[in-house]
């Protein structure tokens, strides 16, 4: 159990059951009245997130969360197979399970595993991953604009939006943060999806080339 | 930013000064503070640190001043938030054979003078709303805020846990932006340390000042009768001993001074949450240069 003074960011939380994730969090004691605690909730089972107020007074139930380390192994035509890093079991997750992350699987790929009450619930990906652009419209020489895009597949099949100067054969990055929510990387390009486009192979980037 | 917030503190002691009022200093170690259900003190060896100055100004009142003035840091224990900080700066005023409507004259000459100082207007901008602050304040009861945006009187019929928690949810995210807003009469029950009104004993003479939704300044026509303040004071150490909180001694040197205490208007207002205002930052994590 928490107290409502134990809540605070990032912390986990239960509610009917469901875990939820603290995406955000505010303190707030009207005048001379008990504390408030206004949070904004992720629900780590479907994704939504909501507002909740806690009273001071609220107990809140703690979820039974545990991060498991796998490595991807193969797609069985349908259920995505992974690997147990300290145990080698097997481990075999829906699609539903992994939602968009199964687009950036990558054969021998560590990722994490969260599961609440003993069972998966979703999968976290690396900080970030690569993947290179198999169809788009020509690439459009010298325009740089980032707000402008349009879109184009990757090898996986899904489909997202770069900007006009990407072209079929440019590798893209998408980068996550540690709660599985997708942030675009620096160097101020904004994209649809959360991912940042970059024209060198993924070994170049990692090395600190910009885009030019 | 530091020079901002020091011409802030500036312009308001240059505004007392020229009002007569006598800048004091009392102790901020504190063996009984004031005694409130929600408002916790930060243990400091065998005392506590002030929560706030008031009963220490309260028995200068008492002892003959009459205009008194005091900017000092206060702390509250567990208060962490983007408009909160367990140690905050406090202004705090009273003034004598006065009652909350007066010091509301000087809040509204006070913050026309400090915003002309700073900013050179008061015409200001807060968060991409317009925040004008004078001459005209939005003026609204407790009964009727709660009335029109949560569909209860609450002076009528008074709930402490439904009061506070409607007051943040449904009544604070409706107050209008654009001019300063008082909340005032209070249900007697959230009155704390303020009188009843005379013709209408079921509220108290205490008011909220709200500037783009944030709440500023509260004032109160102080409680000058020490049998109800001890009544007070003895229910609210009942409450918190039931709610498992510490429970302050009495202050009994307040108390047996209270009943040389004429007719008073005080006021506490957040200098930190002012400066955020004029200086139109979201949080004090832009103000604060320390944060805890």
Known sequence: MYSASDLRKGLKIEMDGVPFDIVEYEFYRPGKGQAMYKCRIRNLLNGNVTDKTFREVDSIDQPDLEER?????YNDGEHFVFLENRTYE???????VLGTAKYFLREDMTVKVLFHNGR????????????????????????????????????????????????????????????????????????????????????????????? | MLEFRSRVLQAIRRWF?????VEVETPVRLSTPALELHINAEPAGDHFLRTSPELHMKRLVAAGARRI?????????????????????????????????????????????????????????????????????????????????????????????????????KVEPHLPR???????????????????????????????????????????????????????FAECAGQRAAAGRTVYPLDEEFLAELGHMPPTGGVALGVDRLVMILADLATLDDLLPFRE
């Open chain 2, 17 to 21: 000064i020229e009002h007569d009022f």
């Open chain 2, 178 to 232: 654009a001019a300063p807003v008082i909340l005032t009469d209070y249900p007697a029950a959230a009155g704390a340390l303020a009188r009843r009104k005379p013709d209408n004993p079921a509220v108290a003479e205490r008011w909220e000042l709200y500037l783009g939704g944030l709440e500023i300044a509260n004032a109160y026509s102080e409680l000058i009768d020490p049998v109800e303040q001890r009544t007070r």
């Open chain 1, 120 to 212: 998966a619930i979703t999968v976290n990906l690396p900080s970030y991953v690569e993947k290179e652009i198999v169809e788009t419209e020509p690439g459009v020489r010298g325009d740089t604009a980032t707000n402008v895009t349009k879109p184009a597949k990757i090898d996986s099949g899904l489909e997202i939006r770069v900007p006009l100067f990407i072209n079929q054969g440019d590798w893209v990055r998408r980068v996550f943060r540690a709660c599985g929510e997708e942030v675009s990387w620096s160097r101020g390009l904004k994209l649809e999806n959360g991912v940042s486009a970059i024209r060198q192979q993924p070994d170049a980037v990692s090395s600190g080339a910009r885009i030019p």
């Open chain 1, 69 to 73: 380390e796998m490595q991807y192994s």
């Open chain 2, 69 to 169: 003035f005091q900017l000092g840091p206060c702390f509250r224990r567990g208060e962490r938030g983007s408009r909160h900080n367990p140690e905050y700066t406090m202004l705090e005023w009273y003034r004598a054979d006065a009652n909350y409507a007066d010091v509301l004259l000087d809040t509204k000459a006070l913050l026309a003078f400090v915003a002309g100082e700073v900013k050179g207007t008061t015409d200001l901008v807060y968060q991409g709303h317009p925040l004008v602050f004078a001459p005209f304040w939005e003026r609204l009861t407790i009964a009727e805020a709660f009335i029109r945006w949560a569909g209860w009187d609450p002076v009528k019929n008074y709930n402490a846990d439904r009061f506070d928690f409607d007051l943040v949810e």
């Open chain 1, 90 to 96: 097997q481990v075999t997750l829906s699609p539903d």
